[in-house]
């Protein structure tokens, strides 16, 4: 039981370039999100899912777009990366009405 | 929206003292509050969940309470060992919350000096 998972651990992009960030939780829970967590500004939800086949948008959800693939996995993208999108990222999935569980986090930067 | 504040960004304590720290919240009171801990390069990882008809919770060395009337937690940790040094991070849940995120403060880095 491996809880969340998140792949890379680490990336750096150049401006512009894109890629996609993989979560996969195997607690069979049907909410799923994404963070973004930056020095002085706590963690900022970017999207989440409440369940498979839905995406709502949080409170920083410019330059992002996600794909909740099924159950397991929801996938956050990033079309065309800017600098502002340097960050450390966060894929969770909660227990409902208990505790949320976190992943290890992708260090990202765009340089 | 939501506000939380942590009433300080970094906590500085002696091993063997008790660390307190703070939670406040604006607007609507929350189904319940959490609580995590953070090290560094790592998820933050769960402590603590106190309900809004709770005053208190205990866990070990750890104590929660929760005023819904100030519209504050606190967060105790006795006898502090530097083991404990981390950031704390408090979390609320709406009051209908559902599948609904939680909102999250800021986080309070504390330092247990030996």
């Known amino acids: 039981n491996a809880g969340v998972t998140q792949t890379p651990k680490f990336q750096v992009l150049k401006t512009g370039q894109s890629m996609t960030l993989q979560c996969a939780q195997d607690m069979n829970h049907n909410s799923m999100y994404w963070y973004r967590q930056d020095p002085g500004m706590g963690l900022r939800l970017i999207y989440y899912?409440?369940?498979?086949?839905?995406?709502d948008k949080g409170e920083v959800p410019n330059g992002y777009n996600v794909s909740r693939l099924n159950k397991r996995e929801f996938s956050l993208r990033l079309e065309s990366a800017a600098p502002s999108q340097t960050s450390v990222y966060f894929c969770?999935?909660?227990?409902?009405?208990?505790?949320?569980?976190f992943g290890p986090g992708t260090r990202l930067t765009v340089l | 929206s939501q506000k939380i504040e942590q009433n300080s960004e970094a906590l500085n304590i002696q091993e063997g003292k008790t660390a307190t720290l703070t939670c406040n919240y604006t607007?609507?009171?929350?189904?319940?509050l959490q609580w995590y801990r953070q090290d560094p390069g790592r998820g933050p990882v769960f402590l603590l969940l106190?309900?809004?008809?709770?005053k208190e919770k205990r866990k070990e060395r750890l104590k929660v309470t929760f005023d819904t009337t100030l519209k504050q937690s606190l967060f105790h940790i006795t006898a502090s060992q530097p083991a404990d040094s981390a950031t704390y991070l408090c979390?609320?849940?709406?009051?209908?919350?559902?599948?609904?995120?939680?909102?999250f403060g800021k986080g309070t880095r504390l330092s247990v000096i030996a």
């Open positions: 607007n609507y009171s929350p189904a319940y």
């Open positions: 899912s409440a369940s498979e086949g839905t995406t």
């Open positions: 106190i309900r809004e008809n709770e």
């Open positions: 969770a999935s909660p227990d409902p009405g208990r505790e949320q569980f």
């Open positions: 979390a609320l849940a709406r009051p209908i919350s559902g599948n609904t995120p939680l909102v």
